[in-house]
Each structure stands twice: as C-alpha cells, then as structure tokens.
C-alpha cells in the first residue's frame, strides 16, 4: 500500500503540538480540509514552509496506525505575503478557510480549493478596494457550490425578468428569506409584505450579482459598483453566506470594523 502522497493544499493554520511539532490544518484540492503533524523545530526547513497561507504542493505521509498524517515536504508556489501585513486580507482569507471547515468544503473539494485558491491569489495582487469588492463575489461563488444562491435573473413570483431595460435601475428588489428568492417591486406591493423579506435592494445591485453570475472571473472584476451598492451586497451576501453555513461565522462576528 502506498502511504505516501501529494496534493495541492493551502495551509490554514498551525497550532504547537508537544515541543516541537505543530498540528497543521491544510485544505486540499483532493481531500478537503486535513489535519497534518508538521515535525521539527522552529529551525526546521520544513517549518519555514509550511507558514500560514503558503499554497502549493504538500507531500504527506499517512500512518493509520498511529492515525496520523505527517508532513514530509512541501512545494510553496504561492506565500501570500500581503496578508501578514494587511488585516483585512487576513481576515477576508480567514474567513473563507472558516467557510471550508464548517461546510466541510460545501460537499465538494475540489470545487472548494479552486475557488478559495483563486480567491487567496486574487487578494495577494489586490489593493484593498479591489479585495472588498472580490470578498463579495467569492462568497457568492460559494453559496453557487453550497446549491444555495438565490436566483437573479427573475422575479421570484411573477417571473418577469430582472434585465427588462423597462425597469428603471433605481427599482428596487426583496430578498424573501423562506423562498430564498427575489421579487419585484410591483409582487411586493402586492403581496403581504410579511417578516420574510429581509432585504431590500437596488435592481443596479442586483444586476451586479447576474453580471458575477454569468461571466468569467477575469470579466465579472471589470464590473463597477458605487458605494450604496457595495453596502448592500456585503449586508445581503455576509446574512446569506452565515445562512447557508447553517451557522455565526467567527471571523464575520469578531472582525465586523475590518471585513
Ligand atoms: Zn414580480
């Protein structure tokens, strides 16, 4: 039986294990989130890659005797320097390896390390302007492979499409929570507008999210929002995303000011 293997990772975190040993949490392309035993001391050449947010290929060892994986090397291909040095990317790249573990990798690993990696690289090249505006769309990426992301394109209830030239830009939008949908302007003056609507949003802001939806990553960053917009997106897609996980995102609660 071959114990030893590779595989794309990106080192979450790291916590003292003993003397001189740490207990390594990876995410990988292929097994998801992996708990590791890094080995040596803190002059190690191992130790100084495997740091936190290093990303390339790790090359481990599994014993199930000792139902233990170790670490036997790694190939950093990207340090993502910027984030010891920038809160808010430390707390934007926290956040979605948070994500990772208590999804368990929305059920798909693969999926998961592609879109947090490009993710990580996206935010080591940006300022941070562009990293605010590239958390919103991550983690609306990630509701798409949670199988949870509203639809966009059409009202929920009368189904008239959202892109209609017709629809001045300053309609607004409701998000209802127990349909996990949008509805227009006219359904919800309609309608009883009840406890389920949680959420108002400017039909521009909305279009955004179709335009994210749709296009290639390269083509979705060109997409300009002014400042009422980004504002609405974070408050929609931060209660959508803590929604989904089922659960209160730690770093969402402990770094609100930052995020
Ligand atoms: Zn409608």
Same mark, same amino acid.
């Not at 990303?55 to 036997?72: A, C, V």
């Not at 879109?115 to 983690?139: P, S, T, Y």
């Not at 409701?174 to 507008?193: K, L």
């Given at each position: 039986?071959?114990r030893s293997?590779?595989d794309?990772a990106t080192v979450i975190s790291l916590k003292p294990l003993g003397e001189n040993n740490q207990s390594v949490t990876l995410l990988t392309?292929?097994k998801g989130i992996v708990y590791a035993t890094l080995y040596g001391g803190p002059k190690s050449r191992l130790r100084s890659l495997v740091s936190q947010w290093h990303s390339?290929?790790i090359f481990l060892y599994d014993n199930p005797e000792k139902n233990q994986i170790k670490i036997s090397d790694f190939?950093v291909?990207?340090?993502?320097?910027?984030?010891?040095?920038?809160?808010?990317?430390?707390?934007?790249?926290s956040?979605?390896c948070e994500?990772a573990i208590?999804?368990?990798?929305?059920?798909?690993?693969?999926?998961?390390?592609?879109?947090?990696?490009?993710? *990580?690289?996206?935010?080591?090249?940006?300022?941070?302007?562009?990293?605010? +505006?590239? $958390?919103?769309?991550?983690?609306?990426?990630?509701?798409?492979?949670? @199988? $949870?992301? %509203?639809? +966009? !394109?059409?009202?929920? !209830?009368?189904?008239?499409?959202?892109?209609?030239?017709?629809?001045? %830009?300053?309609?607004?939008?409701?998000?209802?929570?127990?349909?996990?949908?949008?509805?227009?302007?006219?359904?919800?003056?309609?309608?009883?507008? @009840?406890?389920?609507? +949680?959420?108002? *949003?400017?039909?521009?802001?909305?279009?955004?999210?179709?335009?994210?939806?749709? *296009?290639? %990553?390269?083509?979705?960053?060109?997409?300009?929002?002014?400042?009422?917009?980004?504002?609405?997106?974070?408050?929609? +897609?931060?209660? $959508?995303?803590?929604?989904?996980? @089922?659960?209160?995102?730690?770093?969402?609660?402990?770094?609100?000011?930052?995020?």
């Amino acid at each position: 039986m071959n114990r030893s293997y590779s595989d794309s990772a990106t080192v979450i975190s790291l916590k003292p294990l003993g003397e001189n040993n740490q207990s390594v949490t990876l995410l990988t392309k292929s097994k998801g989130i992996v708990y590791a035993t890094l080995y040596g001391g803190p002059k190690s050449r191992l130790r100084s890659l495997v740091s936190q947010w290093h990303s390339g290929t790790i090359f481990l060892y599994d014993n199930p005797e000792k139902n233990q994986i170790k670490i036997s090397d790694f190939d950093v291909k990207n340090y993502h320097v910027s984030f010891g040095e920038n809160l808010f990317k430390n707390y934007a790249a926290s956040l979605a390896c948070e994500l990772a573990i208590k999804t368990r990798c929305a059920g798909s690993p693969e999926n998961c390390w592609h879109l947090i990696n490009g993710f *990580l690289d996206g935010l080591e090249l940006a300022n941070e302007d562009q990293g605010h +505006v590239g $958390l919103i769309r991550f983690l609306w990426r990630f509701l798409a492979i949670l @199988g $949870l992301q %509203p639809e +966009v !394109h059409c009202c929920g !209830h009368c189904g008239k499409s959202f892109l209609e030239p017709l629809l001045t %830009p300053d309609s607004k939008t409701y998000y209802n929570i127990m349909e996990n949908s949008f509805i227009c302007a006219d359904c919800f003056s309609q309608g009883n507008a @009840g406890q389920n609507f +949680v959420f108002s *949003l400017e039909l521009s802001a909305l279009r955004y999210l179709t335009g994210i939806t749709v *296009l290639e %990553p390269a083509e979705a960053r060109k997409l300009k929002i002014d400042r009422q917009e980004y504002n609405q997106l974070k408050e929609l +897609v931060f209660f $959508l995303i803590e929604n989904a996980a @089922g659960t209160k995102l730690n770093t969402i609660e402990i770094g609100v000011g930052i995020l």
